[in-house]
């Protein structure tokens, strides 16, 4: 089976490439190979791969700059996964596809649910939403997955931020008041792979959209710290003491976009329908914090 993971070269894109290796030959989709903006030039390659199953890693994620360029992000994030829908649909092939707690409002303390009233506050959460929008009307019994918090050994994120300036600074500010959970870029691939296998078993077997995130919260502050924690149980310097990392509130960080407050997912539907336990957000933490001593360190 030729599988086609677009995004090849971002975080969890990366992690894909390994973990869906042995259901067939993956090739993996960078800028490199083309702008998957461009309507004409995702036609052309997915005319030339072929694939039975695409795995839409590709999004515009840069929240902040949304706001001042909403066409770069629709592409990329409302366009390009209805193109790869339609193209689906046409051509007897499965699509997976990622989404975001963004397409939510973040009221209330609750973790969402998948049947919850959706409220994107960002350009970035409307363009996601648009897309997921557009794979459903596909009717093609694709899956959605949406997570949250993404972050890995690998690639720009908030572990490896909070990382490197632990290693420079003797204080930080982080906010404190947005709630959410952490999720490692290999548990999305680890978690696709099993997707993957069950459509294999019995095709479109398993379908429709779903939560993928670990157990548990945190918020942005107290993530930090324990990033730090793990990195220094495992013997990396660092210049910073936890008592100089410093909650603050979103008001005294301000942004272009909007964040929101609450981002806990509720991962029940997943559990149930994939028979998983999925890893409490520390422990996948610590994984990834290991990761990042024996190989990201190198790179």
């Given at each position: 089976m030729m599988i086609l993971v677009t995004g090849s070269?971002?975080?969890v894109g990366y992690e894909l490439l390994r973990a869906l290796a042995p259901y067939?030959?993956?090739t993996g989709l960078t800028r490199a190979d083309g702008d998957l903006s461009n309507a004409a030039?995702?036609?052309a390659l997915l005319d030339k791969y072929q694939p039975r199953c695409i795995v839409n890693a590709a999004a515009y994620t840069a929240v902040d700059q949304a706001e001042s360029d909403p066409t770069a992000a629709e592409a990329l994030n409302s366009r390009l996964p209805s193109q790869l829908a339609a193209w689906a649909k046409a051509n007897d092939a499965s699509l997976i596809h990622y989404s975001t707690d963004y397409v939510y409002d973040g009221s209330g303390s609750r973790p969402w649910k998948e049947d919850d009233p959706v409220g994107p506050?960002?350009?970035y959460g409307k363009t996601k939403l648009a897309g997921d929008q557009a794979i459903i009307d596909a009717d093609i019994g694709a899956v959605i997955f949406r997570?949250?918090?993404v972050y890995g050994a690998r690639g720009r994120n908030f572990m490896l931020t909070m990382?490197?300036?632990?290693?420079?600074?003797?204080?930080?500010?982080?906010?404190?008041?947005?709630?959410?959970?952490p999720t490692p870029a290999w548990l999305i691939a680890q978690v696709t792979s099993v997707a993957v296998r069950e459509n294999l078993r019995e095709k479109g077997s398993f379908k429709g959209l779903y939560h993928l995130t670990c157990r548990g919260d945190t918020?942005?502050?107290d993530f930090a710290r324990t990033i730090m924690t793990d990195a220094r149980a495992l013997g990396v310097a660092l210049k910073i003491s936890l008592e100089r990392v410093k909650p603050i509130p979103t008001m005294e960080y301000p942004a272009p976009a909007p964040r929101p407050l609450n981002s806990r997912l509720d991962v029940a539907r997943l559990e149930q329908a994939l028979g998983l336990e999925l890893p409490h957000w520390e422990e996948a933490l610590q994984l990834t914090v290991r990761d990042w001593t024996e190989y990201g360190r190198r790179s």
């Open positions: 070269d971002g975080q067939g030959r993956v030039t995702v036609g506050l960002s350009v997570t949250s918090w990382l490197k300036l632990a290693q420079e600074r003797d204080e930080l500010n982080v906010v404190a008041d947005q709630w959410g959970t918020n942005w502050c």
